[in-house]
């Protein structure tokens, strides 16, 4: 029973705790097997959780025993509980992966650090997902936002190193602008408490330090979410940084900034921000959709203008990253929920086909579009899975990603918003547009005729590799635990704040 | 807003100059080393925010005594604690890194690395990403 009681800190505390041990384990295959077992136990704790969460409700922990809103407060609803459980699952699946992929990429006297760097990213997700105190998410912001850009500068050649300078400058900016923000909130709240803050903030009387600190955090979080046009740093370093990297930061990293956003616009700003009254047509949810809308648009022709497959699915995730911030827009519990469900099935997409490029990188030597004629034929089941992934992007019926694309266009629909209909199907037929330029190459293109045979990648890779792309059919076919789980986590997200 | 109520916010004043200036830096210096310089500006422009804004008039520091009854709010020295910690944690990797990309570019100017980045990338689309 106590132990159960303090299970909310464990979640983050035990990746904190057992990334320094790898160093002192030294040997990478030993720091393996032990981070995958760290991971699988915050998959357990997270679970557990989660299954807390939907038996009783809010789970508020007291950190130290002091009372919230002195002491920091870790508060968990379903929202929170679905992103521990879906960070810590993909935490899983890439650690199953990442020996193999790591030998062949990372040095081996580094091979250890990484390790490290990765069970203290998982930390600082992990914590952000459950932290209810505004200024200790700034530091888990931090754990995870460091951990990263260190991580992304393990890549291969020496672009990696100018991806993370830029990511670490772009990111720190992001960070301190959240800290003004939040600097200006607690002048007129003297509250730190997320709730708290929230029923402090609509009876402030100064709605302009109101404006401008909610302007700050806002533009600090869409730095680190990459919403467009903020989103400089990311093809840099999806590109260049360890496949494996590359598919856990694009799978979770976003995902939880994405999170916090949303947990900070909809518990913290919305009650205070619909007694606000901005001059007529602009209104702040307008403003998030107008950038969401543009942002799916133009990184999709980006996307599609991209030679290699890493950078262009980099762009890709910022397509659906705007995708999702418009559907939070609508406002209507279903477009939230569509919202919410499309983040859940674009991870598990995202880490399937960005998993698939690491092996094709590993057999191939290179994710080019030029240098991958006949890859389908080459590496049948990792191109395979790439394919999953890649359908499951674009969203045919069927695949996952159709599940959240068909919910967000109903919204859109409910709603007669035709605009944003048109548009959300816009954006699919470009993800049909990029995507069939590569299924053209790998697949209807012969081999060069002096290719070598190449065997296909490792067991290891393989099967975590296989997991997730077939969730990608499960979730698709089988959506009551997505979307009942989103719809849970909606309903939690907007309770207070439905106008 | 009289001049004596703007002229008594000096030090917001000062935060927002050295916000800018930092800000600045960090977007217009080509130097990589120089734009740490900028960041950390900006950085520490926003501890003066938080500790100005606790601070009160002849408050002393926040210890129990019976000869004190006014006091300085504890709460943003604090905070701004730690994001000194997160600051200093910030600059010596981002230093780190700037000696890693001197080691393998020879330069750490951001035009001159642009250009090295065209040569190992031909298209031009492959490059680390573009100036921040």
Known sequence: MTLLAHLPPLQMVLPLMAGPVCLLLGRPRLCAVWALAVAGACLAIALTLLGQILDTGVISYHVGGWEPPWGIELRLDALSGLMLSLVSAIAVVVLLYAPASVRHEIPADRQGLFYTLFLLNLAGLLGMCTTGDAFNLFVFLEISSLSTYTLVSLGRGRSALRAAYVYLVLGTVGATFYVIGLGLLYMITGTLNMVDLAQHLVNADNPRTLLVGAGFVVVGLSIKLALFPLHKWLPGAYTHAPSVVSAFMAATGTKVALYVLLRLAFTVLAPSFSALHLPHPVTVEGMALILGLTGMISASVSAFLQTDLKRMLAYSSVAQIGLMVAGAALLTPTSVTGSLVHLINHAVLKATVFLALGGVLMRLGSVRLEDLAGAGRRLPLTMGAFLLGALSLVGIPGTAGFIGKWTLLLAALEQDRWGVAVLIGAGSLLTLAYVWRVVEVAWLRPAPAQAARVPEIPLSMLVPLGVVGVANLVFGVYTAPTLGLARAASTALLGGATP | ?132
């Open chain 2, 1 to 132: 807003m009289t001049w004596e109520t703007a002229g008594g916010l000096y030090n917001y004043w000062i935060f927002i100059l050295l916000m800018m200036i930092g800000f600045y830096t960090v977007i217009a210096r080509g130097n990589l080393i120089k734009k740490l310089v900028g960041l950390n500006i900006f950085q520490t422009s926003v501890f003066m925010l938080y500790i100005s804004m606790g601070v009160v008039d002849g408050g002393t520091a926040p210890i129990l005594s019976d000869r004190f009854t006014v006091y300085t709010n504890p709460l943003p020295s604090v905070l701004i604690l730690t994001a000194i910690v997160v600051g200093i944690a910030t600059t010596a990797l981002g230093l780190a890194l700037v000696v890693r990309i001197r080691e393998a570019y020879g330069t750490i100017e951001e035009d001159e690395l642009l250009a090295l980045d065209h040569e190992d990338f031909p298209a031009g689309r492959t490059s680390a990403g573009d100036t921040p």
